[in-house]
């Protein structure tokens, strides 16, 4: 009885889930991130008639010895024009336990960027996704994802 429940709260959560137009992943060098290594994501959008929600997915080492991450986030949409944010992604709360979920010591967080966003224009953005912390090389971030994802218009 209780693999079916399972097996139908999951396919309620699947059929409810926003549809994923971009995702990829850049692995962070085993010697740490440095803030001359961006990440790069260069999505293509095809219709910017639909509103979107934007992730950013960290997996990093449980020895990772901050509880927060600062990131600059550079857009730049198909025109050419540029346009920065500074982000604060919160990794543990204020004892130390992190929010993230894993198996073992690497934990994997999904943050929130922008949501409902309109993208004006339709074809290649780019978002440059730097490390904004006071360490150099930033040491235990193994990897950083992009997300885009069009909202389901139920």
């Not at 219709?47 to 600059?72: A, C, E, P």
Request: include cysteine; charged fraction near 25%; glycine fraction near 6%.
């Amino acid at each position: 009885m209780r693999a079916l429940y399972f097996l139908l709260l999951t396919l309620f959560l699947y059929s409810c889930a926003d549809e994923v137009t971009f995702r990829e992943n850049r692995e962070i060098p085993s010697e740490g991130w440095s803030k001359n290594e961006p990440a790069v994501f260069e999505p293509v959008i095809k219709d910017n008639s639909k509103l979107y929600n934007t992730f950013v997915i960290l997996r990093h080492d449980g020895r990772f010895q901050f509880n927060n991450l600062f990131l600059f986030i550079q857009i730049t949409d198909p025109a050419g024009n540029h346009k920065t944010d500074t982000v604060e992604c919160i990794l543990a709360d204020q004892t130390g336990r992190w929010y993230g979920s894993g198996l073992g010591d690497i934990l994997t967080m999904k943050m929130a960027y922008r949501q409902k966003v309109a993208f004006p224009d339709t074809g290649k953005y780019t978002f440059r996704i730097e490390q904004a912390m006071r360490v150099e090389p930033l040491e235990f971030i193994k990897d950083i994802s992009f997300s885009i994802e069009q909202i389901d218009p139920k």
